[in-house]
């Protein structure tokens, strides 16, 4: 009953919390028909400020470019065919998979110079501002202003601003979220409960405690090949990099320019390669920790979403009974995560045909479409309409209502065009500092190499 409690005072904080569509948009946002004519009437009729007429869009076929597949691919073909059979403006949509993102940005910076462009792709965030940056990007902004085709205020403070916040760049709509995730630490309650701890680790303080008393059961029992296991797993995925350094105040910009080397991150790297030195850390060879978490090899490690699934089964398969639940990164007196993932984006293929496009995201994006995601996906609800059709899959899933609970802490990715080549090298830092042969005074100078290799990238 607690655990349903807090997930449905999520809905209504997060609902307060919404700003409306004014404070989201630009100051230079198109004029809604009463700001043009004056106070409406009650005989005034909407009208769209785009320049389509609906009986253009009889016809129109479009093509929907991604990377989802298996059951998200399978989902998406299935939706894609009922919005051709109920739409009412006779908009075909071909959903068309381009194997992985990777392929996908290639295939698209390649169409750009062609005719053969898609009309609506499904890319991850930090892409979409490369294809901005060739104006191959269609503003979603009148669209979803238009008194006709767009969306209400009620309909957009149905969405976490967080993410709506990270396609908006410069008072321009890049996109709107299709997917959204996040890498949490995972946490054995069960275990830690027996090592003498009640309460979850809020803090670093309080994480570094719990993790070093499990390394100190290791240490205390007869086997000497588990000595340095117990704590935390190292993760070096970026997400989780870039978390660590929000919960110290820190990042990778300062003034919306690159900088790695401030005070806060060294506090972060130092703060972690010191837990590592002192054997409360550990770094697997395993190429997942799922067995090593489940085993109780360690009472903390890092997992994002889609990987929940993966990691009760495994559970199960080890005749593990323990419960374990999701945290954000604990810093010294804040907490970091950050939310990422794909969104749909209109390329500039002509006004009938984006029109038809942004119809075809606005369809994908109801409520009733949202709660199909989520069990398909087992990923974030974009609505939180949503969650009213999920009660049944919060109860089955606490891992995920846990996540939810969590929505309101979270932060987006930098959204400068260069992101997408400069995040791989937080990770490849991060990992740096956990070499054995590497000094807790060597963190400047790794985060001062870091800075050149991004000055060097993006000069």
């Not at 919390?17 to 946002?29: D, I, L």
């Not at 340095?228 to 300062?254: E, Q, R, T, Y």
């Not at 890092?302 to 559970?315: G, L």
């Not at 400069?422 to 790794?446: N, Y």
Request: with cysteine; net charge negative.
């Amino acid at each position: 009953m607690v655990k349903k409690l807090s997930f449905f005072m999520l809905v209504i904080f997060i609902s307060a919390c919404q700003p409306s569509f004014a404070s989201t948009s630009t100051a230079n946002a198109t004029p809604s028909p009463s700001e043009l004519a004056g106070p409406a009437t009650a005989t005034s009729i909407p009208v769209s400020l785009l320049d389509v007429d609906e009986a253009d869009l009889d016809g129109v076929e479009i093509e929907v470019w991604h990377a989802w597949f298996g059951a998200p691919a399978s989902l998406f073909d299935l939706q894609v065919a009922e919005f051709n059979e109920e739409n009412p403006w006779g908009i075909t949509v071909s959903a068309m998979p381009r194997g992985n993102y990777y392929l996908l940005f290639n295939d698209v910076t390649d169409a750009l110079e062609s005719t053969e462009r898609p009309d609506v792709v499904v890319a991850l965030s930090e892409q979409i501002p490369v294809w901005d940056e060739a104006s191959a990007i269609t503003d979603m902004t009148s669209y979803i202003n238009d008194p006709v085709w767009g969306m209400s205020k009620a309909d957009l403070s149905d969405f976490p601003s967080v993410f709506l916040e990270q396609e908006q760049v410069d008072g321009r709509w890049l996109g709107l979220p299709a997917q959204r995730t996040a890498r949490f630490l995972i946490y054995n309650q069960t275990w830690a409960e027996e090592l003498g701890f009640e309460t979850l680790p809020v803090t670093f303080d309080g994480f570094a405690e719990q993790a070093c008393a499990a390394n100190q059961a290791m240490r205390s029992d007869e086997t000497v090949d588990n000595d340095g296991k117990g704590g935390w797993i190292v993760d070096s995925d970026s997400h989780s990099v870039l978390s660590w350094m929000f919960a110290f105040d820190g990042g990778p910009l300062d003034e919306g320019n690159y900088r790695f080397l401030v005070q806060e991150n060294i506090d972060t790297f130092k703060a972690l390669k010191d837990l590592f030195d002192e054997g409360c850390a550990w770094v697997s060879t395993e190429s997942t920790s799922y067995e090593q978490f489940s085993a109780r090899s360690a009472l903390f490690a890092t997992a994002s979403m889609e990987e929940f699934s993966d990691i009760s089964k495994t559970f199960i398969q080890q005749g593990n009974a323990d419960v374990w639940t999701v945290l954000p990164f604990p810093g010294l007196a804040n907490s970091g995560l950050v939310t990422y993932g794909s969104s749909y984006a209109l390329l500039e293929t002509g006004d009938v045909k984006q029109l038809a496009g942004w119809l075809f995201v606005r369809w994908m994006l109801a409520p009733e479409n949202q709660a199909r995601w989520v069990k398909s996906t087992a990923l974030f609800p974009l609505r939180i309409s949503s969650l009213t059709e999920l009660s049944d899959y919060q109860d089955e899933h606490p891992q995920w209502s846990a996540s939810v609970d969590l929505i309101a802490q979270a932060q987006i990715q930098p959204q400068l065009v260069s992101w997408r080549q400069v995040r791989p090298i937080l990770g490849d830092g991060f990992s740096h500092i956990f070499r054995v042969d590497t000094q807790a005074g060597s963190v400047a100078a790794i985060l001062a190499e870091m800075g050149t290799a991004v000055s060097e990238m993006t000069r």
